[in-house]
């Protein structure tokens, strides 16, 4: 009799997305076993219920493999950064947005993404803090994240995450904004602002070069953007038409990168992480934990980035 040594724990979310998931049950577990692992199945029960389960999961697991949206896998790596011994996540999308797997090359069809789940390679990434809670791609306010995160998931799945966001941007002009004073050694200023967004990532919601090129994984620092209100039409056009080519207009927006930052303000500000609501503030402190867990990812795009970084030094 085979004895397997190899101990997985496998976290999903059944209402991910489409519910996609519930058809590709058996081929995921197979790729595992397959792998020559032992594996133990658990399906969320609500939110929040996968960090306090990843958060007490015994040492002896070798591998956690999650399947859900970008907010399974926040709330899988949040329940890892409440762990001593840090256990390599893969990771299998399951969501209807999907960003932070795009950034790794992790493909969408399901039974791939299990292979490279068991199969690939390790690369430490680097996990955000806000106040008392984590983040691994993006912390945001305004705009963009409110539509993002009040879309029902029906809505979600039929437009795709790009329509929405262009859905919010015809409000520009009457969405709510905040008097912020953005504090990093990098940077300081204040202004009335309508977008913020922290990121460690080279997509997020569609939008590429205008979170800044070059975005490197495990460098201990975000990348940073902030877009200010307009105050008349025309500068509104200004600011679209930066968005829309996907560059920085530097008269409406301040764009850095730095691995610590202070936001203040005297109103609280709804915060959005990785997607999922993050509370509202009126301080929050953001840090960069640089290579604070491992993630599995395809071998050839590990040795990539590895490049990347190499020639950026």
């Known amino acids: 009799m085979l004895h397997l040594e190899k101990k997985l724990f496998f976290i999903y979310n059944p209402h991910a997305g489409k519910e996609n998931i519930k058809g590709k049950l058996y081929g995921i577990i197979q790729a595992m076993s397959d792998a020559g692992y032992a594996i133990t199945i658990y399906p969320t029960k609500a939110p929040q219920d996968a960090v306090g389960q990843i958060r007490e999961l015994p040492d002896d697991y070798d591998l956690v493999v999650c399947s859900g949206g970008d907010g399974t896998l926040d709330e899988v790596m949040t329940g890892m950064m409440h762990r001593k011994h840090k256990i390599p996540v893969g990771y299998i999308p399951a969501g209807s947005c999907n960003d932070f797997a795009r950034s790794l090359q992790i493909p969408n069809n399901m039974d791939q993404a299990a292979e490279i789940a068991v199969r690939g390679v390790n690369y430490s990434i680097d996990v955000g803090s806000i106040n008392e809670r984590n983040f691994i791609y993006v912390a945001a306010f305004g705009i963009f ?37 953005v504090t990093s050694d990098e940077a300081t200023f204040e202004g009335d602002f309508l977008f913020g967004m922290i990121t460690n990532s080279k997509s997020v919601g569609g939008f590429k070069s205008i979170i800044g090129k070059n975005v490197i994984f ?4 975000f990348e940073m953007t902030f877009i200010m209100r307009p105050k008349n039409p025309m500068e509104l056009q200004e600011i679209l038409a930066a968005l829309l080519i996907e560059q920085i207009d530097t008269k409406y927006m301040y764009s850095f990168r730095s691995s610590r930052v202070v936001i203040e303000s005297e109103e609280p500000v709804p915060w959005t992480l990785d997607g999922e609501f993050g509370g509202e503030h009126t301080r929050v402190e953001i840090t960069n934990n640089q290579r604070a867990v491992e993630i599995r990812m395809p071998e050839e795009v590990r040795d990539a980035l590895v490049a990347e970084e190499e020639e950026g030094y």
């Open 145 to 181: 994240t409110d539509v993002s995160y009040t879309t029902k998931q029906e809505v979600k799945n039929v437009l795709g995450h790009m329509a929405y966001v262009l859905e919010g941007m015809k409000q520009l002009m009457n969405v709510k904004s905040y008097q912020l004073k």
């Open 218 to 221: 495990d460098d201990g620092v």
